[in-house]
């Protein structure tokens, strides 16, 4: 089975480089806008109602990936599908973002952890009642977490 996937737009953030890029949107207090591209910006209807966004995107400047890897956060090697590491077989992340604003095809949001000119796929609405998950297990995370 193959298919294609078409960004459907750009994410413009303060980071050009990894070093300074945060490695969780949770951990980022970082400004930016989505800019949706014209032919998409009436699927946006209705979005300025919710305080948060998932934004999915292409991790574009990944080259490559290993199916063991040592997260960022641990020093032991673990599955990348246990993981949130960016080299993975297809380069695709996400990031939960507060939605401040909405101006035509142009979304402003906080908590970006990503690279400036991120190729957008697709946008999803945070819905709590979908979304939150109580007594929820962390995996190996459970004895990193610094909340």
Known sequence: MEFSMQPIGVIHSPFSEGESTPIQASRSQARGTVEVFSQYADGLDGIDGFSYVYLFYILHRSEGYS?????FLDDQLHGVFATRYPLRPNALGFSLVRLLGVQANILE???LDVWDGTPLLDIKPYVPDFDQRDHARAGWYETRSKK
């Not at 199916?67 to 997260?71: D, E, F, G, N, S």
Request: net charge neutral; glycine share 12%.
């Open 109 to 111: 949001v906080e908590g």
């Open 67 to 71: 199916l063991r890897v040592t997260p």
